[in-house]
């Protein structure tokens, strides 16, 4: 079975975006997927049992139940589940099982949750996403790290994984990824936060002639209305992404400045998406304008009205 990743039964941890995803390109392979999602037994559960069906995914009733089926795992949950979802796994992973964090954790928290891995006989190793998934779906930059990366490499690449090995300690990639979304978080939520402001005063068109002069290859409009678009759609799970960030910064002996004001912020529209204010989620047109005015409006509306 470890020479031939093609006849693997692969577990996914997470039933999101992500997760949808590389069960399609998997199964589009003829390989055996399973998941299990902790959403499957809430409302989001009928959607995700269709998805499933469609694509002939076996969905597991515990974590459990999945690792011990699973020849390899890929974690896809949020990152303050990182560690309890390896805990988990832990209790029930066979003998030599690879087990794929692709989670935005800190180094911290994935060397943690390797311990529980290892320490129950699995194999860990920890995955950096360096850029959005839906675009490139299974073929997304992924960065390795730990003493079986370079191994899991080549497995993974067999089954069309775009991995590339970034060290064999732990964690080295996660720490490029939270590097990273110092400054990719950090400007979808100054974007918001600029944008709606500039809005707020009309002087929005001149903040972006600004913007263009300055960085002319830039079309601060798209980016505008792209970085709207995924926090609201994202908010919740970028903000827990961004304080495994500020997690990371604080290991290194730094204060996250920076890192907690964008966590904070993009918990903010995430609540505003909960409350409704942007559209019914689920819908075609939730979270898809192209014209970031359309929402940076409806958050000074709602200002407006509380004043």
Not at 11 to 35: C, F, T
Not at 196 to 210: H, I, K, P, Q
Not at 280 to 290: D, V
């Amino acid at each position: 079975m470890a020479g031939d990743p093609r006849r693997w039964q692969i577990g996914l941890v997470g039933y999101g975006e992500v997760g949808r995803i590389l069960a399609e390109d998997l199964r589009q392979q003829d390989i055996k997927v399973s998941a299990y999602d902790i959403k499957l037994g809430g409302e989001q559960g009928g959607s995700l049992q269709e998805h499933a069906e469609k694509f002939g995914v076996w969905l597991a009733a515990s974590h459990a139940e999945l690792t011990a089926k699973s020849d390899f795992i890929i974690s896809a949950v949020t990152a303050s589940q990182a560690v309890p979802v390896a805990k988990a796994c832990a209790a029930a992973i066979n003998q030599g099982t690879w087990f794929l964090d692709f989670n935005s954790a800190s180094p911290g928290a994935k060397q943690r949750a390797a311990a529980l891995i290892d320490g129950a006989a699995g194999r860990y190793v920890e995955g950096a996403v360096m850029t959005s998934v839906p675009p490139y779906r299974i073929k997304v930059p992924l960065l390795l790290g730990g003493p079986g990366a370079r191994e899991l490499e080549l497995l993974l690449n067999t089954i069309g994984f775009a991995a590339k090995v970034a060290s064999d300690k732990l964690g080295v990639s996660s720490a490029v990824k939270m590097c990273r979304s110092v400054m990719i978080k950090g400007l979808e939520a100054m974007v918001i936060e600029s944008f709606t402001t500039a809005r707020a005063y009309g002087v929005e068109d001149a903040v972006l002639a600004s913007l263009a002069e300055t960085f002319p290859t830039i079309d601060w409009e798209k980016q505008g209305a792209y970085c709207f678009q995924r926090v609201i759609e994202h908010g919740r799970r970028r903000a827990e992404e961004v304080r495994e960030v500020a997690g990371t910064v604080r290991e290194a002996g730094l204060a996250p400045w920076s890192a907690q004001g964008t966590a904070e912020q993009q918990a903010w529209v995430a609540d505003l998406a909960d409350e409704g204010l942007f559209g019914m989620k689920g819908t075609e047109e939730f979270a898809r304008s192209a014209d970031w005015r359309t929402e940076a409006d409806r958050i000074l509306a709602k200002i407006n009205r509380e004043k």
